[in-house]
């Protein structure tokens, strides 16, 4: 029976840190190897049981993002069995490899679970390859196409910058410019991380092996990359996921900060967003 309880749940991007490509399934699917950790910043959802599925969405970065059955948060609750109706205010860009369909789904389950009683459910990689990790919401290392989950404790918190060259990037259409699908692991054992600089230090030697098939289909992608490199204390500058989003990874907040002001002045229509990630 319908209740009027409101579950507030929150949608946080997801950053990879590190994205290897190590392989290709029979399917078609890449295999990765990638460390990912989660901003303080995301969307805010309510979620409450209902008669008949709904959807509003609202929030500044709500244009374009499909309020029907395409929806994630909205596919989430169909594939536990659950009518809801969910508000999703939109903090994060779209289509930017920062996970925010798959997170928004996470948080629908996890209020879901939380109103109903239900366990979570299996397999939430049908539902989209990063719905998993979202679901575990803190430093993890991802391997297969993102189910084999090991927690990364060690992992300081990080000050970091987002930035976003408004351009959206088809996950599948970065995949595909792929020019080699057998590249390196991370190695087996991680390293103990001391300090944000330690770990930015140990970050610089990995990679993430979508950023040139990307960079390829946005040279923006490039230019951000560029300005975040420039900016005062950035460590090392990655594109997280399949892009276009791009990170820079600082010592303190107020370098973040800082750099963030750089970057607005010189590109007034970007995303540019400091945070924390955890
Ligand atoms: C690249 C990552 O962002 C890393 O966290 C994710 O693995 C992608 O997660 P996602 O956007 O939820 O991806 P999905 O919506 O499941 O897949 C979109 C498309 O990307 C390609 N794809 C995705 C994930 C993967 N491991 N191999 C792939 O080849 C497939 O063509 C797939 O049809
Ligand atoms: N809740 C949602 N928020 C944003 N986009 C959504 C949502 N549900 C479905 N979509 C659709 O999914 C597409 C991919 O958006 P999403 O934000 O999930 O990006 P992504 O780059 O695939 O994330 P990642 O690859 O890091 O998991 C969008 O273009 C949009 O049409």
Do not use: F, Q, V
């Given at each position: 029976m319908a209740t009027e309880r409101v579950a507030e749940a929150f949608a946080p991007a997801k950053i990879n840190l590190t994205l290897h490509v190590t392989g290709r399934r029979a399917d078609g699917y890449h295999l990765l190897d990638s460390l990912v950790m989660f901003a303080d910043l995301g969307d805010r959802l309510g979620v409450a049981l209902a008669d008949t599925p709904a959807l509003t969405v609202t929030g500044p970065m709500a244009a374009g993002v499909p309020v029907d059955g395409r929806n994630l948060a909205l596919r989430a609750a169909a594939y536990i069995g659950v009518n809801a109706a969910i508000t999703l205010e939109k903090h994060l860009p779209a289509a930017a490899g920062i996970g925010g369909g798959s997170s928004d789904a996470a948080a629908v389950l996890r209020a879901l679970a939380g109103l109903t009683g239900q366990p979570l459910p299996d397999d939430t990689e049908r539902l989209g390859a990063d719905v998993p990790i979202c679901l575990y919401g803190r430093a993890v290392r991802m391997r297969g196409v993102g189910e084999r989950l090991s927690p990364c404790d060690n992992a300081p918190a990080l000050p970091a910058l987002l930035v976003n060259p408004g351009v959206e990037l088809p996950t599948a259409r970065v995949f595909a410019g792929l020019e080699c699908h057998d590249n390196p692991p991370m190695p087996d054992a991680l390293p103990r991380f001391h300090s944000p600089r330690a770990m930015a230090r140990w970050l610089m030697t990995m990679r993430n092996d979508l950023e040139a098939p990307a960079r390829a289909l946005a040279p923006r992608v490039g230019t951000a990359l560029d300005a975040l490199r420039h900016t005062?204390?950035?460590?090392m500058a990655r594109m997280s996921g399949s892009g276009a989003t791009v990170f820079a990874l600082y010592d303190t907040g107020a370098e973040a900060t800082a750099a963030a002001e750089v970057i607005r002045a010189a590109h007034p229509g970007w995303w540019v967003q400091p945070v924390t990630l955890g």
């Open positions: 005062a204390g950035a460590h």
